[in-house]
């Protein structure tokens, strides 16, 4: 009788143990996912602020019109960083050839 009493409270520990540890998983995997979400909307915010800036020679974005254009400026940050991408690729795989 003992032993299935152990038994029992070590299968219900064990089932307390991987509940606990699934949900530790939900939580960082949230973490990451607001982290990763943060700092990419800022990274593409200011590069797409800063090619806009270069591209209209400081007229654009300027102000309160930079505030209301966010998800704008954070999509031309992020064409940017595709382009700049693919000109490394371009860059480096022409450099490798004789």
Do not use: C, H
């Amino acid at each position: 009788m003992l032993t299935m009493l152990v038994l029992v409270l070590w299968v219900r520990s064990q089932a307390m143990e991987d509940a606990l540890k699934r949900l530790l998983q939900i939580v960082v995997e949230l973490l990451k996912f607001i982290v990763m979400a943060l700092v990419v909307q800022i990274l593409f915010f200011n590069l797409g602020r800063f090619s806009l800036w270069l591209l209209t020679i400081g007229r654009y974005p300027r102000g309160a019109l930079a505030q209301q254009e966010v998800s704008w400026i954070t999509f031309a940050g992020f064409i940017t960083f595709v382009v700049f991408v693919v000109a490394m690729g371009f860059y480096n795989s022409a450099s490798g050839m004789p």
